[in-house]
């Protein structure tokens, strides 16, 4: 998460070139994926459960 706010403080500042932005945006998007591969992780890892009680994949 520290990243993250690390690299929007960046972008944000209003000098800025443009080899740093696309940097910053390949950064960011890595940033992206990681937490995307956390949250599939999690989810797998979810269960609910129905009305019967029973339990179930997160879908």
Do not use: P, T
């Amino acid at each position: 998460m520290k990243s993250w706010m690390i690299s929007r403080k960046r972008c944000s500042q209003r000098k800025i070139s443009l080899e740093d932005s696309f940097r910053y945006y390949a950064e960011a998007m890595e940033l992206l994926k990681q937490c995307d591969e956390q949250i599939g992780a999690v989810e797998e890892k979810v269960r609910i459960l129905d009305e019967n009680g029973e339990k179930h994949e997160f879908e």
